[in-house]
C-alpha cells in the first residue's frame, strides 16, 4: 500500500475524529449514564458494589402505600428523578470536550444533592461499568481507522 495513502487516510480519520469528538462524548456519557440507571434502579448498589443504606421506616412505609418496592433503594417512585438526569456537554473547544452528567433541574439537582449527604455520590460509575464504555469506546474507534 502506498504510504502517501496511508498518510492522507489517517489524516481523514483524525479530522473526522475532532469534527465528531463533542457527539462522541456526549455518546460515551448517554451510555454512561443508562448503566448507571440500570445498576441503581435494578439492583439499589452504588459504584463499590454495595447496597445504598435502607429507606427510613417513615418514607419506607410512604413508598409501600404508594405501590413502590422497597427492599432496596431506587432512587425511584415517579421516575422524574432517574428521567431528569442526563448528560451534557459543558465544554467543548479545540483541546478537550467535557460532559457532565446530573439533574436537568434544581429540583431534581436537589434531590441529588440530599442523597449526596445519605448515600454518597449516585452518580459514579462502577469500574465494570467504565469498562464497558472504554470497550465500546475502542469498538468506535477501530471502525473510524478500519483496524
Known sequence: MDVKLVIARLRENIQELEQLRST???RIALDATALLKLRIQTSGQNADGNAFPPYVPSYARQR??????????????????????????????????????AARDSENNAKLLGAVKKRGNILRLAPDEIRLIADANRERLRKVFDI
Open 64 to 101: 409501600q402505600r404508594k405501590g413502590a418496592q422497597t427492599g432496596y433503594v431506587d432512587f425511584t417512585v415517579t421516575g422524574r428523578l432517574m428521567a431528569n438526569i442526563q448528560p451534557r456537554v459543558v465544554q467543548d473547544d479545540e483541546n478537550k470536550t467535557i460532559v457532565e452528567i
Open 24 to 26: 462522541e462524548a456526549l
